[in-house]
Structures are given as C-alpha cells and as structure tokens.
C-alpha cells in the first residue's frame, strides 16, 4: 500500500541552525502539506502546496519556514533558525486532490519527524 | 471559523467494553469533510474514516462505528468490543475551505 514516507525520524539540533525535513508524498498525489504537533498537544496546520506553490498557510508559518519540492518526489520543509519552541512532531501529508472530478480531500500522513531543539 | 471539540480528555475502559468518543464542529461552510484519525504510542497518524456534510449515513467498519447528526455537529466514534491494541490517542477533524482542523485528541486506554 502507498505511503508517505519521513526523513529522518527524529532529528536533534542546536538552537539557530536550520533543518531540513524531508518527505515523500504518495506518487500520485497532487496536493502536499505539513503539520506539526507539539508534545501532548493538538495538530496545528502549517503549509500546504499544489502546483509548485505554497497555497495555504497559517500564523504559525512565518519567515524561517520555507517548502520546497525540488524534484518530482520529494517535498521538504527548512526551518531556518531553530528555536526551542520548534521542538515538535513534523508529519507530511498528501492528498489526490481529484478523483471522478470530485474533489478528495483525504490527507495521508507520513510517521513524523520528531524535532528535538536543544 | 472552524472548530473542532474533543470535550473527553482521556478515557479508560476495560476490554470488551464498548467506548464513544464524542466530537462536536463548528463551521460555517456548507461542504466539509470530518475526520477520525488514530495516533498509537509509536506517534503516527493512521487514517480512519471520512464523511462528508451532505452524507450523514452511519457507517461501521468491522468493531467501529460512527454516527454523524448533523443537527447536533456532531460526528462520533464508538469502537464496540475494545481490545489493548485500541489505546491510542483518538483525533477528530474538520476541514471546509480551510485545512484540516484538527480536535486536541481523546486518549483511550484499553486495559486488560
């Protein structure tokens, strides 16, 4: 069965430095997103990506965020200087976006990064 | 906005219990999609089930079953016959014309 997959699974790092999460969306799909979840809390939304641009974001997705997808499979989310708060779950998901010509919205989400700032 | 209210916080229950997890919405779309997704201790987020605002058909899938009343935003879960292997943090979401909403989770515990 298809899945997102997540590089690497857990990452530790020194405040200010920059990472890199890395996913691979499923195949076919045509929408990209990521989200995080701090520890003990909910999932909160950051970014999501059709057609080679960022098409939603939220407050929490400022300047030190950026995506990419800089091939036909990957899709990556930097975090330019870390700060402690950015500790957190990092997942990836996609999602078909069509099928039938309906609109499908199920987002499959990768195993997460966990992101340790220290 | 959309919201979503996951009001039980954790839940334990004894196996071969039957367990409901409650999920209340708010949105002002007149097409959106809710969600169940399962988070077990090794972090993951497993997909569950999907419905749609214009199907309120309940659906059963094997031990789980959910009721969708849209007249209550209300969209819960209920997994019949509770095993070990059901502990996991349990999120419902929401999405209209805005990303996925997510609740803030109902833990379950399952014990033996």
């Known amino acids: 069965e298809p899945e997102v997959t997540q590089t690497p699974s857990h990452q530790v790092t020194q405040m200010g430095q920059e990472v890199i999460l890395r996913c691979v969306p499923i195949?076919?799909?045509?929408?990209f997103y990521w989200y995080r979840q701090i520890l003990g809390q909910k999932v909160e939304f950051l970014v999501s990506f059709y057609n080679n641009e960022i098409s939603e974001k939220s407050e929490i997705f400022d300047d030190q965020f950026s995506v990419e997808r800089p091939d036909g499979s990957n899709f990556t989310l930097k975090i330019r200087s870390t700060k402690l708060e950015d500790s957190a779950m990092y997942f990836c998901a996609s999602s078909p976006g069509t099928a039938a010509g309906q609109r499908v919205t199920e987002a499959f989400f990768g195993q997460g990064t966990r992101l340790t700032v220290v | 906005a959309q919201k979503v209210t996951q009001a039980q916080t954790e839940i334990s229950v004894v196996e071969k219990e039957d367990v409901t997890l409650d999920c209340v919405y708010e949105?002002?779309?007149?097409?959106?999609?809710l969600f169940w997704y399962k988070q077990p201790p090794s972090g993951e987020l497993v997909f569950l089930i999907r419905r749609n605002s214009f199907d309120e058909q309940n659906e059963i899938s094997g031990r789980y079953s959910w009721n969708f009343q849209k007249s209550t935003s209300s969209f819960n879960f209920t997994i019949t016959a509770s095993q070990v292997v059901d502990s996991a943090v349990y999120f419902c979401?929401?999405?209209?014309?805005?990303?996925?909403?997510f609740g803030k989770g109902t833990r379950l515990s399952v014990i033996a």
């Open positions: 949105t002002r779309d007149t097409t959106y999609y």
């Open positions: 979401a929401l999405r209209g014309n805005t990303p996925l909403v």
């Open positions: 195949s076919n799909h045509l929408y």
